[in-house]
């Protein structure tokens, strides 16, 4: 038998396939299509394994459908704008272009050297004009629509990364590029994407996912949309006039067990309740607001509190619970204030127990033996309502709703639904990233770039340095502009859009990748959408997957698409291990 001679005769063949387009896709409505697709690559370095794994699998699928007779989609490209094309510009001393657009080659050359069965004539590359455009237009879309804006927020900034991280991004504390760099917590002006607008949409629909995602990401996604259903509860502060604070519970039957109330300590409300207050309790808080604690720490993290001196009025009962600030309370969940319920809450039993405040039973487990003095963590279940006034004896459901139902009529509360899913800030002070396409006028304020000037392209020969200030706001020719509406002296905005931003639509682009009118055509798109079978890592399901959904009900509500989800079917790979580390480019195994 002769022997297998790969680099000869596997090079043969793939010659053949070129030269024939064996892999090229054109619609034909007369045939069933399949659509496989691996999440594109980011382009920092060669292929690994985890690359290998993830591609074979998908060039696997495509050909067995292919030899069932399917249509099939399979297309790749280059996921290329991003951190480290910049952190490599600034330390080589290159153009970011340069150094992303030699390891796009070098990865394409790898590609096709492996016979992968892509269709090449629809690469495509984010970091291109041709492409970021409809990043742009996408913006300007919803920024019409008020899904777009910008205010102050306090943001998670990386200090290595010199830039804003979404909330996703700022894992446990930490960055999610550079695993060991505390996140810092700042406020700036930021650009949103109203993500919570649909917040109802996006968890509704996972039912459309269930039997075709794996049950691991829909629950991931379920818990970050996180929707709770409650009261909101308005706390006067005694001896403030007009002054209150309101809480959002989901357990208003435990509001007579209330021992305090805690705030964020960014809350504002803690301005006019400091007025004259000691000047160690100011000091106090200002050391506990440098604290970061993330919600991923929440349970585990140590409870730091300072006492504010001021009392809030249980509307309940009439009791008065001293106001705390503490670093386990976020102000961008819920109203950023909570009711201290010891007996019933296990963080707020710890912090209770350390700073010695009292614990009040106000349910009654089945057995009916909860003694607070023999009480070693908090009793979350529900039972019945004992120490509650008019409301003891009732069961926890029925007290729920009682007690909604009277802090309503009363005045002083409301039933209310909250999700934990918060807006997607998309704003980066860094130059290898889309142009957010609007200009700032001292005459007509904030005014979105017209559509015939798109794309706002990146300026050549940029000073890379790293610094916290947008490499883009010192650029004069970039940031020097004329306003659309009034024609006068005006500047662009610097900021650039977070990468995400690009991954959130690209396999739509696949469908129709030279359109040089629209992101793509809607009736191309049609005929080969939704993905039948996507590829990627469990690590992307609660930001590149959760972003792309949030796309698709978008585009679906612009009249791009007909379909509210863009994937079918979900496999996670698994991640490659080396030594019992994940392998990837950033940790160079």
């Known amino acids: 038998m002769p022997e297998y001679e790969p680099q000869t005769i596997e090079a043969k063949w793939q010659k053949l396939w070129d030269e024939q387009g064996a892999f090229r896709a054109v619609v034909d409505p007369a045939r069933p299509k399949y659509y496989v697709l691996e999440m594109l690559p980011y382009p920092s370095g060669t292929l690994h394994m985890g690359h290998m794994r993830n591609y074979t699998i998908g060039d696997s699928i495509a050909r067995f459908k292919r030899m069932q007779g399917f249509n099939v989609l399979h297309p790749i490209g280059w996921d290329s704008f991003g951190l480290p094309a910049e952190n490599a510009a600034i330390k080589h001393g290159i153009p970011p272009r340069d150094w992303t ?25 984010t970091c291109e004009p041709e492409y970021y455009r409809w990043n742009q237009w996408f913006f300007l879309r919803m920024f019409e629509r008020g899904l777009a804006y910008r205010k102050p927020s306090r943001v998670n900034w990386c200090p290595k990364c010199q830039t804003v991280l979404a909330n996703e991004q700022a894992e446990n504390g930490f960055c999610w590029r550079h695993e060991n760099t505390p996140v810092e917590a ?13 917040s109802d949409q996006l968890l509704d629909d996972i039912a459309q996912l269930e039997g075709g995602w794996p049950e691991r990401v829909l629950t991931m996604q379920r818990n970050w949309i996180g929707k709770s259903k409650g009261a909101r509860v308005k706390f006067a502060v005694d001896g403030v006039a007009g002054a209150a604070i309101e809480v959002f519970t989901t ?39 440098q604290q970061s604690v993330r919600e991923a720490d929440l349970a585990t993290a140590e409870k730091e509190g300072v006492f504010t001196g001021r009392f809030a009025v249980n509307p309940f009962n009439g009791e008065k619970l001293p106001i705390w600030a503490a670093n386990f309370v976020l102000l961008g969940y819920g109203t950023g204030a909570v009711m201290c319920v010891p007996a019933h809450d296990q963080r707020d039993f ?50 729920i709703d009682k007690m909604t139902a009277d802090a309503v009529a009363r005045g002083f509360g ?126 992307h399901a609660i930001l590149h997957l959760m972003y792309s959904r949030f796309f698709c009900k978008v585009m679906r509500d612009l009249g791009l698409v007909t379909h509210d989800e863009p994937v079918k079917r979900l496999f996670c790979q698994g991640t490659v291990l080396k030594g019992g580390t994940a392998m990837s480019k950033s940790s160079g195994n």
């Not at 070098?106 to 492996?114: H, I, Q």
């Not at 609007?438 to 904030?446: F, R």
């Open 101 to 125: 657009n030699t390891n796009i080659q070098e990865l394409k050359r790898a590609c096709r050297r492996f016979g992968f069965s892509y269709d090449w004539d629809r690469e495509i590359s």
């Open 186 to 198: 700042r406020e700036i002006e930021q650009w949103f994407l109203k993500t919570t607008a649909y």
């Open 251 to 289: 357990r208003i039957d435990t509001i007579c067990g209330a021992t305090a109330i805690i705030v964020a300590p960014e809350h504002p409300v803690l301005g006019p309740l400091l007025v004259g207050a000691e000047k160690g309790t100011v000091e106090q808080l200002n050391r506990l607001r």
């Open 350 to 399: 710890e912090f209770c127990r350390k700073y010695e405040l009292p614990i009040r039973v106000v349910v009654q487990n089945a057995e009916n033996n909860l003694d607070v003095e023999e009480m070693g963590q908090a009793y979350t279940d529900y039972g019945r309502s004992v120490n509650s006034g008019a409301y003891s004896g009732l069961a926890s459901a029925e007290a």
């Open 414 to 539: 409301e039933g209310r639904t909250i999700f934990r899913l918060k807006d997607w800030g998309i704003s980066r002070q860094r130059f290898w990233g889309t142009p957010i396409p609007i200009i700032h006028c001292g005459a007509c304020g904030v005014v979105a770039v017209p559509d015939e000037q798109l794309p706002v392209v990146l300026p050549k020969n940029v000073e890379l340095t790293g610094m916290g200030e947008s490499p883009l706001a010192r650029v004069a020719e970039f940031v020097n502009s004329q306003c659309p509406k009034c024609g006068k002296p005006a500047r662009r905005e610097t900021d650039t859009m977070d990468t995400f931003m690009d991954s959130s639509w690209y396999f739509y682009r696949y469908a129709d990748p030279r359109n040089s009118q629209a992101p793509f055509d809607p009736k191309v798109v049609g005929y080969w959408f939704q993905i039948d079978q996507y590829i990627g890592g469990i690590v």
